[in-house]
């Protein structure tokens, strides 16, 4: 799961038994030394360029500061077997960043320029790109620089994009543990209509309330039912399984349209699981809990397992408080896919 939001990363981290696991930095903390810049000004984007890693100048009237225009991307590059590197479902993650763009009237990264940004990204940090069960994670950022202290009602015509890397290890390396969801059914997440941005405005409004759940609950995520329909966590998206079916939330305005969820979705499809996308509340979910699994998506963690529901006060207990068997079974296909150990029958993958 991501965006991997920090909070994201911190909760999925303290999921992650630390004994067996190697020491490893923890999501996103080391970032690989070189980044792709690009500057939109003058109703145009300027070619871009890799500079080395570090700080950018930035006007202190500048948009984002102040009202808060960006959006961001996270997804995965992986070092297979035969050396090559290979990014997964790259296409999807533009596609989605330069709807983010639209939904928050800043300039649109070019698709074909955003890609070849990726790419130098990689080419520029190959050698930091993990062996598995490692991988380069990648960053693009876009942002309103335009300065001008007035324009809450104005969109920034100038901006910034920025494609980091990050050098990132498997969250599981030391074994998966079930995570405790506390079910927020009363507030939002997000806005219902920036619910499928990916803006930071979305991750601080989260934040609040996922850490007043961990200190209450001891809850590693918050899942967000406002009104009772139940949507998805802070960092990623909430999947139930029960005999041969899979059901998750029909794509709408008010959550993120996880690339992780939709790639588990058609897997699971081919092989032969039931998928039903719809909406559903809270009792339904719980219904759903007695006899089956439930699983957070995402890029980082790609299928992790809920071990424990908790709502109003009560604990839910799913497979026994276990990761359930369906999860471990789809999160191993596709985790062996994005490796290149399993034909990617999709068309998945952008080799670098
Ligand atoms: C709020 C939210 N939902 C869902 C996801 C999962 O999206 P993806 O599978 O594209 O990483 C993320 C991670 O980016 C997220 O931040």
Redesign the pocket.
């Known amino acids: ?5 920090s909070a ?1 990363a911190a909760s999925l981290k303290a999921a992650t038994p630390s004994t067996a696991a190697p020491a490893r930095p923890a999501f996103g903390t080391i970032l690989a030394p070189t980044m792709a810049v690009a500057r939109f000004r003058d109703g145009k984007w300027s070619s871009h360029e890799a500079r080395p890693v570090g700080p950018i100048e930035l006007h202190p009237a500048a948009h984002v500061l102040h009202y808060a225009s960006s959006c961001f991307e ?2 995965k590059a992986y070092r297979w077997a035969d050396g090559s590197i290979n990014v997964f479902r790259m296409d999807r993650h533009i596609e989605r960043m330069r709807q983010s763009a639209r939904a928050l009237v800043l300039p649109e990264p070019d698709p074909a320029q955003l890609a070849q940004m990726i790419r130098l990204t990689i080419e520029q940090n190959r050698d930091e790109v993990p062996e598995a069960p490692g991988a380069l994670y990648l960053r693009p950022l876009l942002f309103g620089t335009t300065p001008n202290i007035g324009a809450a009602a104005t969109p920034a015509d100038e901006a910034s994009l920025v494609v980091l890397a990050s050098p990132v290890w498997d969250y599981f390396a030391g074994g998966m543990q079930a995570l405790r969801i506390f079910v927020e059914d009363v507030n939002s997440r997000t806005a219902s209509q920036t619910g499928r941005v ?1 803006t930071g405005g ?1 991750y601080a409004a989260a934040l609040g309330p996922t850490l007043e759940a961990r200190k209450q609950y001891k809850s590693d995520q918050v899942l967000f039912a406002p009104g009772g329909q139940v949507q ?1 966590t ?4 909430f999947i139930l399984i029960r005999k041969g079916q899979l059901l998750t939330r029909s794509l709408d305005a008010t ?2 349209h ?4 939709d790639s588990l979705l058609t897997m699971a499809r081919d092989d032969g699981y039931k998928v039903e996308e719809r909406t559903f509340d809270v009792s339904e979910m719980l219904e759903w809990a007695r006899d089956g699994e439930a699983a957070l ?3 980082a963690a790609v299928l992790a397992g809920v071990g424990v529901l908790i709502h109003r006060g009560k604990e839910y207990r799913l497979s026994g408080g276990e990761v359930g068997p369906v999860t471990q079974e789809l999160r191993q296909k596709l985790v062996s896919i994005q490796r290149g150990e399993i034909a990617d029958s999709h068309g998945w993958f952008t080799r670098i």
Do not use: H, W
Request: proline share 8%; net charge positive; charged share 10%.
């Open positions: 799961m991501t965006p991997p939001s994201a996270g997804f990916k979305n998805e802070g960092a990623a998206n959550f993120l996880g690339v992780t969820r998506s995402g890029t």
